[in-house]
């Protein structure tokens, strides 16, 4: 069972951010199933560390849409941006280094700040997109 469920009330109608964030939704349930069925470490890293360089990826996306509309709230969205990706390489460093195992509250973590960013801050950027033809 996906531990995230992708649905409209998730998008923000804006084409190919929309298929970003179904991307991020696909890696989060994926990193779930793979602790379910109890996977080895270096298998759900790999996991970890695709989703981090996906967010990278993702997040230049935004702010490149931000930056070419003149969006006013880009500041305090680009940080947003800037501390979950600080936040995952920890995390992935972390794992990496065996200092740590994957656990459903890291995975809840993750999960959490994607739903409510997305909801969110993210949703703002895609009415102003919106209201500037961006679809
Ligand atoms: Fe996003
Ligand atoms: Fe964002």
Redesign the pocket.
Known sequence: MPLLEWSDSLSIHVHD?DA??KGLVDMANRLHDGMMREESKAFLQDILAEMAQYAVE??GT?ERYMDAHGYPDSAAHKAEHQDFVVKVQAIAADCSSGRCALSMDILNYLCGWLVT??SDT?KALGAYLNGRGVR
């Open positions: 951010v970003q964030h993702h997040f935004e960013h997305i993210d």
